[in-house]
């Protein structure tokens, strides 16, 4: 049984494996290029993140990263959704998780999001 999961992003179906415990997810030359033969309704641009994997010498190669799409994860209708608590930043490492998350921004591992998300 294959691990990869069918996902839509940008509206067009593929098929991925996601590392949860990765900070970013890749896709592959082929699969990006599947995706824009079947036009994929998203924008991309250049980044300079270091991406370096467990096993290489030196950064993988990325040439860009997907913005303005929605990814579509298809979910088991039998399992009862659970929402977690809120769970807070203790005090004393307020300002090492600030840091970091200016750093995650800066590195455009993550973006600031001004509106509800659905």
Same mark, same amino acid.
């Given at each position: ?8 992003? *940008? *509206?067009? %179906?593929?098929?991925? &494996? ?9 896709l592959? *030359?082929?699969?990006? $290029?599947? &995706?824009?033969?079947?036009?994929? !309704? ?9 991406? =370096? *994997?467990?096993?290489q010498?030196g950064?993988?190669? +990325? &040439? ?5 799409? =929605?990814?579509? /994860? @298809?979910? $088991?209708? !039998? /399992?009862? @959704? +659970?929402? =977690?608590? #809120?769970?807070?930043v203790? /005090?004393? &490492? =307020? %300002?090492?998780?600030?840091? !970091?998350l200016?750093?995650?921004? #800066?590195d455009? /591992?993550?973006e !600031? +999001? %001004?509106? @509800?998300t659905?």
């Amino acid at each position: 049984m294959s691990d990869d999961i069918k996902i839509y992003i *940008g *509206g067009v %179906e593929t098929s991925v &494996l996601i590392d949860s415990g990765a900070t970013c997810n890749i896709l592959d *030359g082929n699969t990006w $290029n599947s &995706l824009k033969q079947n036009k994929i !309704k998203c924008k991309t641009e250049l980044t300079d993140v270091k991406i =370096q *994997g467990y096993s290489q010498n030196g950064n993988l190669k +990325v &040439l860009g990263k997907l913005k303005h799409f =929605q990814l579509h /994860i @298809p979910l $088991n209708n !039998k /399992i009862t @959704p +659970v929402i =977690q608590p #809120l769970r807070r930043v203790p /005090i004393a &490492l =307020q %300002e090492k998780a600030d840091k !970091k998350l200016q750093q995650m921004e #800066l590195d455009a /591992i993550i973006e !600031k +999001v %001004e509106h @509800p998300t659905n």
